[in-house]
């Protein structure tokens, strides 16, 4: 049997075939096997324990709904050469390459306004150097410079594989059912007209069964109360370490990776020139340094690691309205005496924030439907749609969260 292929056990989706010697170097690189040390969902399994699966199980899921869908696509006659498919493949196995530790949790925290994306980018372009050149297309699909378009909608749109992979596994994971979506149905239904990436019209509502699937994921799972009260306490610990380093007290992470980013918090703007050190980071760095904490002679710094790892969370509240400043001013009194602590260190325990979910942006770029008579219309402008410009408005809630 050849070694250029092999064959991968997914719970979601049965075996998927990873059948180019690119693909396979690619995959047993360092850089992306850190993908593994990485929860794909950060604190989601504080409330689903089953939600610990991996960034490399999404990233490889993401690149066999790819396959599938190149596969729909040349079946229908639309040109796609060797090349671009491979491109596409690398694209979006790599497409989260350069999520750090906790991901959304703490992509502004290690390195300020730095994204992911920015990061996933220099990855591609340092491998591209390491593999002679063989990932060009692939950087191309990804920015959006490759003249097929309905490439780079596959990869990042809002019909994107990426997204097909996320909800069916994190609703798999999670056994939050209203996440299940039709992803195959979706897959053979796709097409290309006029160079843009669209949807046959039999797929309507398993369109817009995507869409609702979407929203009830993110207020039922992503932006579950309790599963902001642990990211935004995982930040509050970062904070804190930060303040004391800046005061000139002794604060040691658990590896020299993560020390580096806490020890140069200000002088690091970009990733650059560091890109090596980044990517040896991973879940692992923060949650030993955070269990080291447990015993740091800093009050605050240890009850926030202490909480978190014994997973006795903040209290939470989540509404429609901010909260009155009222509200915010007793419950931060309860803290300065309950814990005995000063006002200004109560506000690592009380704090507010707000949150958004959008289900359908209009403003984004959009999910056109192709019709038989070969018009082309808006998911939101079709006839009896569920899915209307009234749904697409944002939601927006407040939370507080305080001391129990």
Not at 201 to 208: D, P, Q, V
Not at 215 to 224: A, D, E, F
Request: proline content about 3%.
């Amino acid at each position: 049997m050849s070694t250029d292929r092999k064959i991968i056990n997914d719970p979601v989706y049965g075996f998927i075939t990873i059948d180019h010697p690119l693909l396979l170097d690619i995959i047993a690189h360092p850089y992306y096997q850190r993908l593994r040390r990485i929860y794909q969902m950060a604190f989601a399994h504080l409330v689903y324990p089953g939600a610990v699966h991996s960034r490399l199980h999404h990233s490889l899921g993401a690149y066999h709904l790819m396959c599938n869908a190149l596969t729909e696509l040349k079946n229908k006659g639309i040109p796609i050469t060797e090349e671009e498919e491979l491109g596409a493949k690398i694209a979006i196995l790599l497409h989260d390459v350069g999520h750090g530790p906790y991901s959304h949790t703490l992509e502004n925290e290690l390195i300020r306004d730095v994204h992911h994306e920015t990061i996933s980018l220099l990855i591609m372009r340092l491998l591209n150097e390491e593999f002679r050149g063989q990932l060009q297309t692939a950087i191309d699909i990804f920015t959006n410079n490759h003249p097929k378009l309905f490439l780079h909608q596959l990869v990042s749109g809002q019909l994107d594989v990426d997204r097909m992979d996320y909800l069916s596994r994190d609703s798999f994971f999670t056994g939050v059912s209203e996440g299940v979506i039709a992803y195959d149905r979706i897959l053979k239904m796709l097409t290309v007209h006029q160079g843009a990436l669209m949807v046959e019209e039999k797929a309507i509502y398993s369109i817009e069964k995507f869409l609702v699937s979407r929203r009830l994921m993110y207020w039922q799972v992503y932006l579950h109360k309790t599963v902001i009260c642990a990211e935004m306490m995982l930040v509050k610990i970062i904070r804190r370490a930060k303040e004391l380093i800046l005061r000139g007290e002794k604060v040691e992470a658990a590896t020299t990776a993560f020390n580096f980013y806490l020890q140069n918090q200000h002088t690091l703007h970009s990733v650059d020139q560091h890109l090596g050190i980044f990517c040896s980071l991973d879940d692992y760095d923060v949650m030993t340094t955070v269990k080291n904490w447990m015993q740091h002679p800093d009050k605050i710094l240890s009850l926030l690691c202490r909480y978190l790892v014994d997973r006795k969370l903040l209290k939470i509240k989540l509404i429609a309205e901010p909260f009155p400043a009222e509200m915010i001013r007793e419950k931060t009194k309860e803290a300065v005496l309950k814990l005995d602590i000063t006002e200004d260190e109560a506000s690592y325990f009380v704090f507010t924030g707000d949150t958004t979910n959008t289900t359908y942006n209009v403003m984004d770029e959009r999910i056109n439907i192709l019709f038989k008579d070969g018009t082309v219309r808006d998911i939101s402008k079709v006839d009896n749609a569920l899915i209307h410009t009234q749904v697409s408005a944002p939601v927006k809630k407040y939370y507080i969260c305080y001391l129990k």
